[in-house]
């Protein structure tokens, strides 16, 4: 969010005469798909040398200024072929770490949870694991259908408990879903009630999660949890699916405008609207078998 509020800061033409650019020896700016608004940013500090990517051009659109073109930018960057455009965003991010001189093994993210974050989810979440949804997302239009939502805990094992997850703005569609499923496990509503240290510590003891594109489903990658992604085409493949084939899927609709960076042509999201609950059940299928 600070980089975010950055870059529209110095949308600002004041901010760009009158905000001071401190000077380094470096900067590193990993940003695969900048928008203008960073480029000048980083074109803006002082500093000899200067490292980032290029060629993937999909936030810029048209430069309103030429010299906050990559290779006017930075003395040194990566460069994103046409053939790696919606490659995912840790293939990335690792060849532009060999890029600029950082050889690893491997590369995961990490989480920092507390003693007490493991002590909330072994008090709240099903002691014999649970089948995790997050109902939520950043976009309304990445977002399943409660009624969806509902035929899907239909189909899962009525012994197998369900908790939903989802942020404060989630609540209404939690409630809707959670009063009108019936399940001898029963239904834990989660809904705005934790933090994300605290998400992220539930979410690791689920036997299987199923998620819209959102933070619960790189969660859970991460911690190694099965997981069904509901995928729309805007940046499919760019961040998900990644993990274990086996184990971390994707439900979708493929149409021939996938990749459209969320600028729906029949304004309706129809690649993620038509996502049926027998697709992802299919895959929720794959993964409870491994």
């Given amino acids: 969010k600070g980089a975010w509020l950055t870059e529209r800061m110095f949308e ?4 760009k005469h009158l905000l001071p650019y401190p000077a380094y020896d470096l900067v590193i700016c990993p ?3 900048p928008a203008e608004q960073c480029l000048d940013v980083v074109r803006r500090i002082h500093a ?7 060629g993937f051009q999909l936030n810029a659109g048209k430069l309103k200024n030429e010299n906050n073109r990559p290779e006017k930018v930075f003395t040194e960057y990566y460069v994103n072929t046409e053939a790696e455009a919606w490659q ?12 600029i001189g950082i050889d690893f093994s491997d590369i995961n ?3 920092w949870l507390s003693q007490e974050d493991h002590e909330y989810a072994e008090r709240i979440m099903p002691k014999d694991g649970a089948a995790g949804l997050f109902i939520g997302g950043f976009h309304s239009w ?5 009624e969806k939502w509902r035929s899907l805990i239909a189909t899962i094992d009525p012994q197998l408990p369900v908790v939903i997850f989802g942020s404060s703005q989630d609540c209404s569609q939690a409630s809707e879903i959670a009063s009108s499923a019936d399940l001898p496990g029963g239904i834990v509503n989660l809904c705005g009630k934790t933090s994300l240290r605290q998400l992220a510590a539930c979410i690791g003891s689920c036997r299987v999660f199923v998620s819209n594109e959102s933070c619960g489903l790189h969660m859970a990658v991460a911690q190694g949890i099965p997981t069904v992604g509901i995928m729309g085409g805007h940046h499919y493949g760019r961040y998900y699916p990644w993990g274990k084939e086996s184990v971390n899927r994707a439900a979708r609709v493929e149409m021939d ?13 129809r690649c993620i609207k038509d996502i049926s609950v027998d697709a992802v059940w ?3 299928k794959i993964c409870l078998k491994n």
Avoid: I, M
């Fill in 12 to 15: 600002k033409e004041w901010a």
């Fill in 109 to 111: 993210p990490e989480f």
């Fill in 282 to 284: 299919e895959e929720l």
């Fill in 142 to 146: 990445r977002r399943w259908s409660a």
């Fill in 88 to 99: 995912n965003e840790f293939v990335r991010t690792g060849n532009f770490l060999k890029k």
């Fill in 257 to 269: 405008c996938y990749h459209c960076n969320g600028v729906c042509r029949y304004d309706d999201y």
């Fill in 48 to 54: 000899p040398e200067k490292w980032g990517c290029g």
């Fill in 31 to 33: 940003v695969s798909a």
